[in-house]
C-alpha cells in the first residue's frame, strides 16, 4: 500500500483497519475477505487495512482483531529533523490544518455507520417481538414507523441536554439498549452530525496516541496527543472530553507511517463477552482452531484444555461439532468448566481430568487435536513434548490435523527430530523492521498463507512415522513468542517404543 495514497474515509471508498497480534496479519486478513467481502486488503506489522460496504454489526464478529478503526488518513511518517522540536511540531498540527475536510468526512462517515447500526438493532428488536409486529409485515414500513416515532422523540427531547451517560452509550455498541436508550442514541448522534457539518462546542474526543521510533525521541505520546488535541479545538471549536467524550481518536506516528483513525466500538473484540476467566490470548486461540480444518459432524480434541480458551473459540465459530477438552490440573478444569457454563456451551464441550500421554481413547478417532502446549516457568515439559506428540498421533485419524502453539524451544527441538528443513511462514512471521520499511505487502497479487510451506513440508520424511509439518507462523505472545504449528497425519501411525520415564507427574 502506498502511504502517499489519498486520504481514504470517503463515502465513495470507505477504508478500515484492524490491528492485530504481530504474526496474526495473515489470519486477519483471510478473515476480513471471508466475513466482511472486503477488498484492497494491505497490512503492515500490527495492522490490517482495507475497504468494505459492510455494516458494524458483521465487524464485531471479526475474531482474529484486536480493534477496527475507520480510516482517517494514512500518509508518509513525519519527519523528525532533531534536535529542532519546531519543525516536527508543525508537521503533526499539518496532520488536521492541511486537510480537514478530511476529518470532517470521517465524522460524517462514522456517525452514519453508528446510525445503520441503531436503526437494525431497532429492526431487530421489532421483527423478534410478536406484539410489536404482525407476522410477515414488511420490515419497510417498519423502518417508516419507527422513523416517525424518531422523529416525534427528537421534538420532545429538543431542549434536552446530552447526557454523558448517551454518549457512552453511543461508542458501547456492543451493549444491548432498551427503547429510551436507542432513542438517546439518536439524539447523541444528531449532536454528532450537527458538529460535523460546523465547529461545535458540545462535540466532544479524546486523542490516544502512539509514538515509536525518531518521534518518540523528540516528543512522548501525551505530548503528541496534547498537539493534536489544541489544533483540533482551534480547528473545528470541538471540546477535550477525557471520561465520556462523543469520539475518541486514535493516532500512531512511526517511523514507517502516520496513521490516524477513529475506534467503532468502545470494548477491543479480543475482549470476548463469553469469556469469563481468561487464559491463553483469544485471537491466538482463533487462530488456532481456524488452521485445524473442523468441519460438522467431527470430533476435536483438546488434550491440554487449561482454562478452555480454544475449546470456547472453535465451539463458537463451529457449533455442529463435539469437542473434548482434558487436563490433569484441578483448578484449570474447575476454571473450563466455569468458562464453559458461562458460555452456555455445556451441549458442545466435554471435559474430562486425563493425562495428555494417557488418554481415554481409541486409536485414530479423532479429527482434530489443537492445544496449547504449555511453557514457561509454571509448566516445563522438557523433552516430554515428544510423548505428547506421539499419543496425539495414535489417536488422530489418517489425515487428521493437529495444531499445536509451541514455544521456541518445543519448536526447535521438533525440527531436531526432523523438521529442521521446515522454516516458519514468511506471512506468519513477522517481518523485521528493514523489511517493514521497505514495501507494504499487498495481499491480492500474494498467495494463500502457508502455500508454498505446505508443498515444501509435504515432501520431507514424517516427524514420526505419519506426522508432517505443514504450516508454521511464527506469533506475539507479548513478552516472549511462540510459534503456531500445524501438521498433517499421511498414513497410519507405526508403533512407537515405550518412554522410560513417567510424564504425567511433569504434567
Not at 384 to 413: F, K, N
Amino acid at each position: 500500500m502506498d502511504p502517499g495514497a489519498p486520504d481514504l474515509g470517503t463515502k465513495e471508498a470507505p477504508r478500515f483497519f484492524c490491528t492485530a497480534g504481530r504474526g496474526l496479519e495473515p489470519f486477519l486478513m483471510r478473515e476480513v475477505r471471508e466475513r466482511l467481502a472486503a477488498t484492497q486488503v494491505e497490512y503492515m506489522s500490527g495492522k490490517v487495512f482495507f475497504i468494505t460496504n459492510s455494516n458494524l454489526s458483521l465487524m464485531k464478529k471479526l475474531k482474529s482483531a484486536e480493534r477496527v478503526f475507520l480510516l482517517i488518513k494514512k500518509q508518509f511518517p513525519l519527519t523528525a529533523s532533531s534536535p529542532s522540536k519546531g519543525k516536527l511540531l508543525h508537521e503533526i498540527r499539518r496532520l488536521i490544518s492541511d486537510d480537514p475536510k478530511s476529518w470532517l468526512d470521517a465524522i460524517s462517515l462514522w456517525k452514519n455507520l453508528l446510525e445503520t447500526d441503531a436503526l437494525k438493532e431497532k429492526l431487530s428488536q421489532r421483527t423478534s417481538n410478536p406484539l410489536k409486529r404482525k407476522e410477515g409485515e414488511n420490515e419497510i414500513v417498519i423502518a417508516k414507523k419507527l422513523k416517525v416515532e424518531v422523529q416525534k422523540n427528537e421534538e420532545n427531547q429538543q431542549d434536552c441536554p446530552l447526557e454523558k451517560q448517551v454518549e457512552e452509550s453511543v461508542l458501547e455498541q456492543g451493549d444491548s439498549t432498551t427503547g429510551r436508550e436507542n432513542f438517546q442514541e439518536k439524539e447523541s448522534e444528531d449532536e454528532v452530525e450537527k458538529a460535523a457539518c460546523e465547529p461545535s462546542p458540545n462535540f466532544t474526543f479524546r486523542v490516544s496516541c502512539r509514538c515509536s521510533g525518531s518521534v518518540a525521541k523528540v516528543f512522548t505520546a501525551q505530548e503528541v496527543g496534547k498537539i493534536i488535541g489544541i489544533a483540533l479545538m482551534k480547528q473545528f471549536g470541538w471540546k477535550a472530553d477525557l471520561r465520556t467524550p462523543n469520539v475518541e481518536i486514535f493516532i500512531h506516528l512511526s517511523d514507517m507511517y502516520s496513521v490516524l483513525g477513529i475506534p467503532l466500538f468502545r470494548v477491543p473484540l479480543a475482549s470476548r463477552d463469553y469469556i469469563q476467566m481468561t487464559g491463553l490470548r483469544s485471537t491466538i486461540a482463533w487462530a488456532m482452531a481456524s488452521l485445524a480444518e473442523i468441519k460438522a459432524g467431527t470430533l476435536v480434541l483438546d488434550p491440554m484444555c487449561g482454562l478452555g480458551t480454544i475449546l470456547l473459540e472453535a465451539a463458537k465459530e463451529w457449533p455442529n461439532v463435539y469437542y473434548v477438552g482434558t487436563d490433569v490440573c484441578d483448578s484449570q478444569l474447575l476454571g473450563a468448566q466455569d468458562n464453559v457454563k458461562a458460555a452456555d456451551l455445556q451441549d458442545k464441550i466435554e471435559l474430562l481430568k486425563v493425562s495428555v500421554v494417557d488418554l481415554p481413547l481409541s486409536s485414530e478417532c479423532v479429527d482434530s487435536i489443537i492445544s496449547d502446549i504449555p511453557f514457561g516457568k509454571k509448566f516445563k515439559l522438557g523433552k516430554d513434548i515428544l510423548s505428547i506428540l506421539q499419543e496425539m498421533e495414535r489417536v488422530l485419524r489418517v489425515d487428521g490435523t493437529i495444531v499445536l502453539l509451541l514455544s521456541e524451544d518445543h519448536h526447535r527441538c521438533l525440527q531436531d527430530c526432523g523438521e529442521s528443513s521446515v522454516s516458519p511462514n514468511p506471512q506468519g512471521s513477522h517481518p523485521t523492521d528493514s523489511e517493514e520499511k521497505e514495501e507494504t505487502v499487498t495481499s491480492e497479487t500474494e498467495s494463500s498463507p502457508g502455500k508454498a510451506s505446505k508443498q515444501q513440508c509435504l515432501d520431507k520424511v514424517p516427524l514420526f512415522g505419519s506426522l508432517v509439518a505443514v504450516e508454521c507462523y511464527k506469533v506475539s505472545l507479548g513478552k516472549t513468542d511462540a510459534f503456531i504449528c500445524k501438521y498433517k497425519k499421511l498414513q497410519a501411525a507405526r508403533p512407537h517404543p515405550p518412554e522410560p520415564h513417567c510424564i504425567q507427574n511433569s504434567l
